[in-house]
């Protein structure tokens, strides 16, 4: 089996014929990810491509952040979808002298052990990227008053700066 979920989360690659494309569509639990901020299952779509040595993952994942607003500390939900598209190459000494030959502007190009991708790695790295270091509640969040503590997103206080300048 190319993909087994239950057992190691890995993609065994060696075993694909080569030329073969093959399509995998899975759900993985929240539970499965133990990560803090993801508020909902992860719907994930593969496309898995064998050229010779060289292995094309393409991937998309669907699902929820619970994140807490940098500016005015209310807690939301963002809806996320995440592609990724990476290229793996056979790890060998020559390959990183070989880099330049390789430049493929659209795939991120990573090395790998002729046999087995650490899907999960991918996955994971995929969801933890999305996770925004500065969250905002809405773009324009007008965030909590220094003074009195105030939402400004909900209501106004005196200590607002008067100036409507912007
Ligand atoms: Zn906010
Ligand atoms: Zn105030």
């Not at 093959?22 to 803090?36: C, P, Y």
């Not at 790890?91 to 390789?102: A, T």
């Not at 969040?141 to 206080?157: A, D, E, M, Q, S």
């Amino acid at each position: 089996m190319v993909l087994d979920l239950k057992r190691d989360k890995k993609l065994h690659v060696g075993q694909l014929k080569d030329g073969s494309v093959e399509r995998f569509s899975f759900v993985i639990s929240q539970e499965a990810w133990n990560l803090k901020l993801l508020a909902s299952n992860v719907t994930v779509s593969l496309m898995i491509v064998k050229r010779g040595t060289r292995i094309r993952v393409k991937g998309k994942l669907k699902f929820k952040l619970q994140l807490e607003c940098y500016r005015c500390g209310e807690p939301f939900t963002t809806d996320n979808e995440e592609s990724f598209d990476l290229l793996f190459f056979v790890e060998h000494p020559s390959f990183y002298g070989r880099s330049k030959e390789l430049t493929m502007e659209d795939f991120r190009v990573l090395p790998y052990n002729g046999d087995e991708i650490d899907l999960w790695q991918v996955l994971r790295e995929t969801i933890i990227l999305a996770i925004p270091t500065k969250p905002l509640c809405k773009p324009d969040c007008k965030g909590l008053c220094p003074i009195c503590g105030v939402n400004w997103n909900l209501t106004t206080c005196e200590h607002q700066p008067s100036s409507t300048s912007e």
